[in-house]
């Protein structure tokens, strides 16, 4: 069997779980297989790409993709990144394990370039924070 899957839910796979996406991949890679994947498939926000160059991680080739059952199926743990995907998730199978991480939605900052990058690394390095803690 190979690695356990962690899979991160948003509501456009856009932002938040395209840069949980990466750096899952790049920290659990080693141990877990990473997706992530939204409600509905919004494209990689251009922003999101350009903050994960800013800390040397690549986004550029992820896909936008939506919720794909036989991952979920599979998945050892689910995190959902904000509460549309929390309540319009599939229903998860028992004996998946379960998270939920309500980060704002960067993509909806307002403001000039500078202020809409801070939210960008603010959700950037928190979601870090988060996945370094889940092994």
């Not at 991160?8 to 790049?26: I, P, V």
Request: charged content about 30%.
């Amino acid at each position: 069997m190979g690695k356990p899957i962690i899979y991160f839910l948003c509501t456009g796979n856009s932002c938040r779980s395209q840069m949980a996406e990466g750096l899952g991949k790049e920290i659990l890679g080693d141990e877990w297989d990473v997706y992530s994947a939204g409600i509905e498939a919004h494209g990689v926000n251009p922003k999101a790409v350009e903050m994960m160059d800013e800390i040397g991680i690549d986004i550029r080739n992820q896909k936008s993709s939506v919720i794909d059952s036989n991952i979920l199926n599979q998945s050892s743990l689910v995190i959902t990144l904000c509460g549309d995907a929390k309540e319009n998730c599939p229903v998860v199978p028992k004996g998946v394990e379960t998270a939920h991480w309500g980060l704002v939605d960067p993509a909806k900052a307002e403001g000039t370039e500078e202020e809409v990058n801070k939210v960008f690394r603010e959700v950037r390095d928190e979601i870090k924070r988060r996945i370094e803690n889940v092994n």
